[in-house]
Nanobody
Framework: VQLQASGGGLVRPGGSLRLSCALS????????IGWFRQAPGREREFVAA????????HYADFVKGRFSIARDDAKNMVSLQMNDLNPEDTAVYFC??????????????????WGQGTLVTVSS
């Protein structure tokens, strides 16, 4: 299983970006997919996740109401819509796959497969 994250870039405060995570070598509905981020000098932290069943989503408190995770089974991918971005959202964003289809995990150690990361920079 391979994941490829894309969609990062430079955006002004208050702006929006949509990240995509394309999965190959497997079917996205068979995995829980999570988004994590890591800023310089900081540990990798949970952002959002969607269960393999697609019935459950979960967000970190700091993104609730601003970010939205969704899955497109036809394209075998998961997206993260990020709105009202602020400089504190600057980080490398990673997507990851959890082999357990049900439930949501928030610890990076619970995820088996990782994409390469895409850089999001929020700056004026």
């Amino acid at each position: 299983v391979q994941l490829q994250a894309s969609g990062g870039g430079l955006v002004r405060p208050g702006g929006s970006l949509r990240l995509s995570c394309a999965l190959s070598g497997g079917t996205v509905g068979n995995y829980g997919i999570g988004w994590f981020r890591q800023a310089p000098g900081r540990e990798r932290e949970f952002v959002a996740a969607i269960s393999g069943s697609g019935s459950t989503t979960h967000y970190a408190d700091f993104v609730k109401g601003r970010f939205s995770i969704a899955r497109d089974d036809a394209k075998n991918m998961v997206s993260l819509q990020m709105n009202d971005l602020n400089p504190e959202d600057t980080a490398v964003y990673f997507c990851a796959a959890d082999v357990r289809r049900l439930g949501i995990r928030t610890a990076p150690s619970e995820y088996t497969y990782w994409g390469q990361g895409t850089l999001v920079t929020v700056s004026s």
